[in-house]
């Protein structure tokens, strides 16, 4: 028992991730004292309860709830810190200026985007103009930007989007963190009012020069390596995968390999790695230094600092940030002559984290990069403590050790993030395995030794001498995942997983990894049952968006029919992929006068009926519709104003519901008719915006926004 009670203290960032949990699932902006109130009667508990064995229960159940108190309340202090204008409508064409912060290439044909900061326009009040903004651009001026340059350029700004379906990924949230409160496209071309190089320093200064150094790093390896093996070397450098084409994308996520294309754990920890073996190699060399000094403590005191640059180089995305915060817990335990890497480390890590950005909790990568690491370190404590001592011999049994371990490390980190791939992505790579074992050595022996080299030449413009070597593993990564991808059934669209299903998998997960002795078997069955919630999730049969612009509605197949095959991308993108349904499969909306195949979604001019279990649902487009379908449907789901018309109905969703509560999504059963909206689930709170809403004043910003994470970014430009 005392082998458990040495681990509670990994069990802090968990419940410090239940109190930020309890503090976004809340309906409305708790009170401020709402976080301290728990925390002081549970320091209470703590201060009264005797220091006996009997009390060590309710000590342990008081520390709890300490914990959740201090994530409760780290998340209340973060949300009112960030706090900053949001645009409250669509505004434009307008005319505005700004500083550029951030520039970012899309693939070839798809032009680029601009985040600014400073923005100024007459048709904007001051106290309302937001402190970020992003902008698609067509194209890029002949002289390509760099952030510190001033532009002026007229815009369509709308607010980050809202969710495009109930329990789908929120934007605005993500957004809100960041100080982004507009985003938009630039109609016509961008004029630079004045040069980086022109103005003065300022505050932010550092930041926008880093990002002019990244930018320029970027365009010397796209040049030496021209095309998607140019796109993703610089991913892996710089952090900058706006290059990687879409075919690209789409193989390396189907084969299981999009992880590498996110510098994160892997990234940071094999350039700290090499580094550390690097340097320590070096200097072992030389024999006096090797026998009269710590060079072990030297390396690791440089590998710090020159991984903290690679780290600043990549963007310091948040998954950037979470690595380095790990490996130089783990260099420092080095300098302490501690155990490097160990469950305490890792626990420490998250803590620190979930202190600093309690939003992480609620992003993809951050869950994922946890539980893969977790589950690495559990499964090799587990090994530790039943294998017995033996010795390879030969370089053939090294060689086996490294393609075992690769094969281990895959498989688990596999299984582990699988419960966070599908709920937040709803896909499940079949074949990652085989992929990793191939591109994860590859990756590790190969790219990164080459690209850690060619960052030390580039002062010496000579970084085409690693470049070039780089370039072939590279390519060789990208063709495995372009086979791998073209396997039968690579990647499979699983149902969407309901969030309590997420938490029964993760609390699972935990139990599994956290503790030590057989009980900890316990956590397969919530784990199981996690994982198997997807299939008691029905995807709704009807979707509409908060304008009333694009349906959607679930054939008798189970494929989608979507009313605008082409318009709002990013809506028709996550419905398709909520749904379980690929890009290329779904099933095409029936022209007026026609109905689908099983006659359950028939159309006409002035809208659509949709027949299932024998209830009936319009979908209204046409004001000369609503006296019919008002008498006949159960639910008439309107893009026109129908309140009025529809008094005897006995459910309207109307235009109006449509832009106070966004996307709305429908089901359809034998035993009634289910609605559910956007905005009813997200409650009022900062984030959230309404209509009528009024927003905060503006709260300055000391550093640019860091490049997003496209595995968590939903929201766009069109």
């Known amino acids: 028992m005392s082998e458990e009670q040495d681990r509670l203290a990994l069990w802090l960032p968990v419940f410090l991730g239940v109190g930020i949990g309890i503090y976004f699932a809340l309906s409305s902006e708790p009170a401020w004292w709402t976080g301290a109130l728990p925390l002081v009667l549970a320091g209470g508990v703590m201060a009264a309860a005797p220091m006996t064995s009997q009390a060590g229960l309710g000590r342990v159940a ?46 070839a044909g798809e032009g680029a985007r601009i985040t600014l900061e400073r923005v100024r326009s007459s048709l904007i009040a001051p106290e309302r103009t937001p402190e970020y903004v992003r902008l ?21 700004l709308s607010p980050p989007p809202a969710p495009s379906a109930p329990g789908a990924f929120d934007f605005q949230r993500h957004a809100y963190f960041r100080s982004l409160g507009a985003v938009g496209f630039v109609v016509g071309g961008v004029t630079r009012t004045a040069r980086a190089e022109d103005g003065p320093g300022g505050e932010g200064e550092f930041w926008r020069g880093l990002e002019r150094l990244r930018q320029d790093l970027t365009l010397r390896i796209r040049t030496t390596l021209p095309g998607s093996g140019g796109a993703v070397a610089a991913a892996l450098m710089t952090g900058d995968r706006s290059a990687i084409p879409a075919s690209v994308n789409t193989a390396m996520r189907d084969s299981g390999l999009v992880h590498l294309l996110s510098i994160s754990g892997l990234h940071v920890g094999l350039v700290a790695a090499i580094l550390f073996v690097g340097l320590r190699a070096v200097l072992a060399l030389v024999p006096p230094l090797a026998l009269n000094f710590p060079i072990k403590k030297w390396t690791a005191a440089v590998a710090i600092p020159g991984t903290l640059a690679y780290a600043a180089l990549a963007g310091m995305a948040a998954p950037t940030q979470r690595s380095f915060i790990m490996v130089g817990l783990v260099m420092v335990a080095v300098l302490a002559d501690r155990r490097a890497l160990t469950m305490r480390t890792l626990a420490w890590a998250a ?40 010795e390879r011999s030969g370089w053939a049994g090294n060689l086996v050790g490294v393609f075992v371990a690769v ?65 072939f593993g590279v390519d060789a990564v990208i063709a495995v995942a372009e086979a791998v991808a073209d396997w039968p059934g690579a990647g499979i669209l699983a149902p969407a997983m309901p969030l309590w299903g997420l938490g029964l998998a993760t609390a699972g997960g935990l139990w599994l990894c956290l503790m030590r002795r ?188 860091t490049p997003v994470d496209e595995s968590e970014d939903d929201g766009g430009e069109e």
Not at 360 to 372: C, E, H, R, T, V
Request: charged letters at 20%; hydrophobic letters at 50%; proline letters at 7%.
């Open 62 to 107: 008081a520390s709890a709830l300490i914990a959740a108190a201090i994530g409760f309340a780290a998340a209340q202090v973060r949300t009112a810190s960030v706090a900053a204008p949001v645009l409250e409508q669509k505004t434009g064409p307008v005319s505005l200026n700004g500083r550029v912060v951030l520039v970012e290439t899309l693939p």
């Open 136 to 156: 698609r651009l067509k194209r890029l001026p002949a002289e390509s930007l760099v952030p510190g340059d001033w532009i002026a350029a007229r815009a369509m």
């Open 351 to 390: 803590a620190a984290i979930l202190l600093v950005q309690p939003e992480s909790l609620l992003n993809p990568g951050f869950q994922m990069s946890f539980a893969a690491v977790a589950a690495l370190i559990a499964v090799y404590e587990w090994k530790g403590e039943i294998q017995t001592p033996s």
């Open 407 to 471: 094969a281990v490390s895959s498989l688990v980190a596999t299984a582990a993030t699988t419960p966070f791939a599908v709920y937040h992505f709803n896909r499940f790579a079949v074949y990652g395995l085989a992929a990793n074992m191939i591109a994860v050595p590859l990756t590790s022996f190969w790219i990164m030794p080459w690209a850690v080299l060619a960052f030390a030449l580039m002062p010496f413009g000579l970084e085409a001498l690693a470049l070039r070597p780089m370039g």
């Open 518 to 705: 057989n009980w900890r078997l316990a956590g397969v069955a919530p784990l199981i049952a996690g994982l198997g919630s997807a299939l008691l999730t029905a995807p709704p049969d009807i979707l509409v968006d908060g304008e009333g612009r694009l349906l959607a509605v679930r054939t008798a197949d189970g494929s989608l029919a979507v009313s605008v095959p082409r318009g709002n991308r990013l809506s028709r993108e996550a419905w398709l992929r909520l749904s379980g349904v690929e890009e290329g499969e779904a099933a095409a909306w029936p022209r007026p006068g026609e109905a689908d195949d099983a006659g359950r979604l028939r159309c006409d001019r002035m809208g659509c009926v949709v027949r299932a279990h024998g209830r009936a649902v319009a979908l209204v487009r046409d004001r000369g519709a609503l006296i019919e379908d008002c008498a006949r449907a159960e639910l008439v789901v309107s893009t026109v104003p129908a309140k009025r018309l529809c008094a005897g109905a006995a459910a309207v969703i109307d235009r109006g519901d449509l832009r106070a509560k966004g996307a709305h999504a429908v089901w359809i059963g034998a035993d009634g008719i289910t609605v559910k909206a956007v905005n009813d689930e997200r409650g009022n709170r900062p984030w959230v915006l309404r209509p009528s809403e009024r927003y905060p004043r503006r709260a300055p910003a000391t550093a640019p926004p």
